[in-house]
């Protein structure tokens, strides 16, 4: 099982970027995926989630309105789409799956690496 993320970088106040996990190993489209980031010194803290079919979306109030998470799952994949960003939205931010086949979800979670997002001028 992996997941694998990508497209953190450097980037000023106000710009944008987009993360994606890729994933393998597991049925993907049976699986509630979520970014969740954990700047220095913080706690993990969610960010946004989406349902294993994709109908439907969670948000932390922090990122409303400037994230975006969606979800591809005939390629395995799922991105976020940060806009507007702040300093404060500096973190790793971590992919995370969890096996949700109906409306109810199991123990069974995977963790990604993490990827470097830094925003600053």
């Known amino acids: 099982v992996q997941l694998v993320e990508s497209g953190g970088d450097l980037v000023q106040p106000g710009g944008s970027l987009r993360l994606s996990c890729v994933a393998s190993g597991f049925t993907f489209s049976r699986y509630r995926m979520s970014w969740y980031r954990q700047g220095s010194g913080k706690e993990r803290e969610l960010v946004a989630r989406?349902?294993?079919?994709?109908?439907?979306?969670t948000y932390a109030d922090s990122v409303k309105g400037r994230f975006t998470i969606s979800r591809d799952n005939t390629k395995n994949t799922v991105y976020l789409q940060m806009n507007s960003l702040k300093p404060d939205d500096t973190a790793v931010y971590y992919c995370?799956?969890?096996?949700?086949?109906?409306?109810?979800?199991?123990?069974?979670?995977?963790w990604g690496q993490g990827t470097q997002v830094t925003v600053s001028s």
């Open positions: 989406v349902t294993s079919a994709g109908v439907s979306t």
């Open positions: 995370h799956a969890q096996y949700c086949p109906t409306n109810v979800c199991f123990a069974q979670t995977y």
